[in-house]
């Protein structure tokens, strides 16, 4: 069964930890068709990646200083299948969103991270905010390190950036596995640094 949805749910935070609250009724932030993204063969063995199921894995809220209207966005990603037949491939699409209380949010930006013939998976996305003291800069670009692997190569940890109002910069290789991971998980980057 291939299970699409086009949205994700955004939950409002209030408080500082461990008194924190968290909305138990979450509000719709429509984006773009999604499917959820098949698991990630690598070289050298049967053995597939676990990309996860499509959730989004971490959540960054920061100041972004282009719209002076937003007290905060919030920059998210998750894995979702690429939908190119037979077999689709898995990619990384990252979010800023504005949570615009009140009001449904709004997707300031959407960009995919994908390949002709790797599984892209495991992002995680930043941006470039900067608070030093009373000092803040920056906040309109961000960063994103994800995971790749096919049937003809070995996992590896890539990243790129993106400035504000220009395309994605090219993929930056910060580590190449020697071999393929032994276990189901997406923990192919922990593998990989644990090696250096």
Do not use: C
Request: hydrophobic share 30%.
């Amino acid at each position: 069964e291939v299970i699409t949805d086009n949205e994700l749910t955004i939950f409002k935070v209030s408080g500082t930890a461990p008194t924190s609250v968290i909305e138990t009724t979450g509000r719709s932030v429509p984006v773009s068709t999604y499917t959820l993204p098949p698991n990630a063969p690598q070289s050298g063995t049967t053995k597939v990646l676990d990309t996860l199921d499509g959730r989004n894995t971490q959540a960054v809220a920061g100041i972004n200083p282009s719209d002076p209207t937003a007290p905060q966005v919030v920059w998210t990603q998750h894995t979702i299948d690429n939908g190119a037949a037979p077999t689709g491939r898995s990619f990384v699409r990252w979010y800023e969103i504005n949570p615009r209380p009140g009001l449904t949010p709004l997707v300031y930006q959407e960009q995919t991270i994908s390949d002709g013939s790797l599984f892209v998976f495991n992002g995680a996305v930043s941006p470039d905010r900067r608070v030093n003291g009373s000092g803040r800069a920056f906040g309109s670009s961000n960063a994103v390190i994800f995971n790749t692997s096919s049937g003809s190569t070995f996992p590896a940890i890539y990243g790129l950036t993106k400035t504000f109002m220009t395309s994605q910069s090219p993929w930056l290789l910060i580590k190449q596995s020697p071999g393929f991971n032994q276990d189901f998980s997406e923990r192919a980057d922990r593998r990989l640094l644990e090696r250096r």
